[in-house]
């Protein structure tokens, strides 16, 4: 029976679909680059996740006996996608069942700063709180503000969509593939300086890739509005993370909301001490739905490739025309 490997445990049916097919061994959690080359070793489907380096290393070590790498996840990162191609060896993640869970995390996290709820919830559970007072933790006003999507693909587009329906929001988008909208969402697309500087809440929603390693830098960040609200769900070394955070102690924008971090887990010295910063462990997909239906696209895309076919998502469609 053909190996199937996985660093984690799957939610919902996954795991018992790929034992039906192969041999699914689980190692139960991340292991550094070194052992992950010895676990892999034979392997002809593998499943990674955000922090597995599928690297030429790693194929080499899994050898000709490797088909597809699927990804838990959307962000591809962590493959080397071209050595793969390369190979002859698909590469699947999981796009679509992502969207929404991610986009409501955003406006979560957008609504948290603006409104300054952790701190006002730390006020509450410290007994700090002595009653109404007319300024008090005074926040910044969503409803009809200009909301900057940097990334405009299925996530950054379902943001726009929540912002504009939801909260009256002007849009202002940019990516650097150009911006092609769905019906029900409007936009103006323009450059990254100008939407820098004229919106009140800066998302990201780009993936990872040398252009937008540090894309958000202290010179963007200094462009930015001093009231101002950066968020990031999409990959942590978008944002240079110390730069943000000397721009949020010395005032150069009005906060932040982060749901990824650029050396997970580990923090930027300072940022925890933000307290003008909202901080999530990277819960933008974790909703039971979001993570069974990411398992059970991962492990699709798994199944058709050991039956001949090509997955049903995936990221290098010079392999699939050889199917």
């Not at 995390?105 to 709820?117: N, S």
């Not at 929603?205 to 540090?214: A, D, I, K, S």
Request: negative net charge.
């Amino acid at each position: 029976m053909p190996r199937i490997v996985s660093s984690l445990p799957l939610p919902g049916p996954a795991e018992e679909w790929l034992r039906q097919r192969g041999e699914l061994e689980i190692l139960g959690r991340i292991l550094p680059p070194d052992r992950y080359r010895e676990a892999v070793r034979g392997a002809a489907a593998l499943l990674p996740w955000a922090g597995d380096r599928v690297d030429e290393p790693a194929l080499d070590a899994a050898g000709p006996s490797l088909q597809v790498v699927s990804a838990y996840g959307v962000g591809l990162d962590h493959v080397d996608v071209p050595a793969c191609t390369r190979r002859g060896i698909f590469v699947g993640h999981t796009p679509k069942v992502v969207t929404d869970a991610t986009a409501d995390l955003a406006m979560t996290l957008l609504l948290a700063t603006a409104r300054r709820a952790v701190e006002a919830d730390r006020e509450v559970r410290e007994g700090r709180f002595s009653g109404w007072k007319p300024d008090y933790l005074l926040g910044q006003e969503v409803t009809g503000a200009t909301l900057g999507v940097i990334g405009f693909g299925r996530i950054g587009q379902a943001v726009a969509r929540r912002a504009a329906g939801g909260f009256s929001m002007r849009i202002l988008a940019h990516d650097v593939g150009g911006v092609r909208t769905e019906p029900g969402v409007e936009a103006e697309m323009c450059d990254l300086d100008r939407l820098l500087a004229e919106s009140d809440f800066v998302t990201c929603h780009v993936p990872l890739t040398p252009e937008t390693h540090h894309l958000i830098g202290a010179a963007q960040l200094a462009r930015m509005r001093r009231t101002a609200i950066l968020i990031n769900t999409s990959r942590g070394p978008v944002v240079d993370e110390q730069a943000l955070v000397d721009a949020l102690q010395r005032g150069v924008i009005a906060g932040a909301g982060l749901d990824v971090f650029e050396d997970e887990p580990r923090l930027a010295p300072g940022l925890a001490g933000c307290a003008n910063a909202v901080l999530l462990p990277h819960i933008g997909t974790a909703t039971w739905k979001t993570r069974a239906a990411m398992g059970e696209l991962a492990a699709r895309n798994i199944l058709e490739v050991l039956d001949g076919r090509a997955p049903l998502a995936w990221a290098n469609p010079e392999v699939s025309r050889r199917v």
